[in-house]
């Protein structure tokens, strides 16, 4: 009875020795366990990690470094391609202008060409229509006068000047006309 005397007797809030050491030997067990076994394990674990995530953020960030210079020679390639479409712009403007310029010129040229080559053909057509027109009116006019007069007038040197004289004086007759009719 005096294990139920001496039970009674202790305390509740001291522990009972015993239970204590066995208690710390367990707890010691579990730590040295613990200690060797799952801390490494689990400590390579976490470095691990914290390798693969410091990596990973130096990758990402040569990676963001890596597109950002790549963006600005994007960009730098950009603003000399624009520049090189506006230097072929203008140069093709210039080039237009310089070409539609000659293309005037040339057609001014063509025209002034044509109009003299026309105003030429007209003169020679002129002078053959005058030249073809003496010898007809001479013709008629010759024989006219040879059946007015009654004989042939064949001489060709003579009716060769009266024809010119005729002609002159009603080309003087016209001339004249034409001087009195532009001075009113």
């Known amino acids: ?14 522990p009972v020795w015993p ?4 208690g710390l030997i367990a707890f010691g067990i579990v730590f040295f366990v613990f200690a060797k076994k799952l801390l490494p394990a689990i400590n390579k674990a ?29 960009r730098v390639q950009l603003a000399e391609a624009r520049h090189e479409a506006a230097r072929l712009r203008q140069e093709a403007q210039e080039q237009g ?34 030249q073809s027109l003496r010898q007809d009116v001479g013709k008629l006019a010759t024989d ?7 004989e042939s007038l064949e001489d060709v040197a003579r009716q060769s000047r009266t024809i010119d004289r005729f002609l002159d004086e009603l080309e003087g007759k016209a001339a004249s006309a034409e001087s009195s009719g532009a001075a009113r």
């Open 97 to 130: 202008a310089v070409l539609i310029a000659e293309m005037r010129e040339e057609g001014q040229r063509q025209r002034e060409e044509i109009i003299a080559a026309g105003h030429a053909q007209i003169e020679a057509d002129r002078r053959q229509a005058a």
């Open 46 to 74: 976490l470095d691990e990690r914290r390798e693969a995530i410091e990596g990973g953020i130096e990758k990402a960030e040569a990676a963001q470094a890596e597109a950002q210079q790549t963006l600005e020679e994007y």
């Open 1 to 14: 009875m005096m294990n139920l005397a001496a039970s009674e007797a202790q305390s509740p809030l001291l």
């Open 19 to 22: 239970e204590v050491v066995i």
């Open 144 to 150: 006219l006068a040879g059946k007015l007069v009654g």
